[in-house]
């Protein structure tokens, strides 16, 4: 749907544009100004009708502020997502590592095209900070077969709450946007109903986090998720989280029908 808002949003870009003679439009005093560089550009239907990257950027890939910890973790899961049968030949494994956007949208087939054009300065609030390892360092894995998944998640120094450990608020985000993920990949779009948190002990700021979250049940368009926080070694746990989502139909967003 968005891939087809996205091509016919280009169509008639394309057909506004083709015949119209730019200088024309202009003041004598802008034509003058700009003669030249209109000389030596390519003709509208010689040009791209859309200049944007086609490939939205990954933010779970691995970046410099990531602790050996971190990244540690990141090659066990990432390992995981290929095996090798009886001959030693490689096959896709039973965990599959998530892409993780800047924005929601960008999921959506022509969804990063689609975001130059609807609120183009939203950001997706774990993904707001552009400075590495600052707030939000997460990766997510899901296990279909298994309908689980696990974060590991590295908390930044812009996420304190009380001094020197991260702020509550940030571990539910987390645990929502996990427990989401989840609930997202295995009954298509939702929207959360009650997130149900259960703080155990503090977590040091700079510490790497796992993140567990396993399908507790499906009733209908209920979609009923467990969670826990853990150190990185599962040692300790750190939260411990119950979810509800509800499925929901994203058509009328659209202005389609129900």
């Known amino acids: 749907m968005l891939g087809h808002i996205a091509r016919r949003f280009g169509h008639q870009m394309s057909n506004g544009l083709k015949g119209m003679n730019l200088p024309h439009v202009l ?3 802008t034509h003058r100004h700009l003669q030249s560089p209109f000389q030596t ?4 239907s010689m040009m791209s009708l859309w200049p944007f990257s086609g490939k939205p950027q990954d933010f779970s890939q691995p970046n410099s502020s990531w602790s050996p910890e971190m990244v540690r ?3 066990h899961y990432n390992a995981l997502c290929d095996a090798e049968n009886e001959n030693g030949e490689k096959k896709r494994g039973p965990w599959r590592k998530l892409p993780s956007y800047d924005r929601t949208i960008k999921y959506a087939t022509g969804g990063i095209h689609l975001s130059k054009l609807v609120q183009a300065k939203a950001r997706l609030f774990t993904r707001c900070i552009e400075e590495e390892g600052a707030a939000f360092e997460y990766v997510t894995f899901l296990n279909k077969v298994e309908k689980t998944c696990v974060c590991v998640f ?3 120094h812009l996420l304190e709450g009380a001094p020197g450990h991260l702020h509550g608020g940030a571990i539910a985000t987390m645990i929502d946007t996990v427990t989401g993920t989840l609930a ?7 929207m959360t109903a009650y997130l149900n948190t259960n703080y155990r002990s503090p977590v040091p ?3 790497v986090l796992l993140i567990h979250c396993a399908l507790d049940r499906i009733e ?3 979609i009923f998720v467990n969670c826990k926080v853990t150190s990185s070694d599962e040692s300790k746990l750190h939260t411990e989280a119950a ?3 509800v499925s929901i139909n994203i058509g009328p967003l659209f202005g389609t029908r129900s």
């Open 154 to 156: 590295q908390a930044g």
């Open 184 to 190: 997202g990949y295995l009954s298509g779009p939702v």
């Open 243 to 245: 979810a509800l989502f």
């Open 41 to 44: 550009i390519c003709p509208v």
């Open 205 to 207: 700021l700079g510490s």
């Open 27 to 29: 003041t004598k005093e």
């Open 220 to 222: 209908g368009k209920k």
């Open 73 to 75: 973790l990141y090659e």
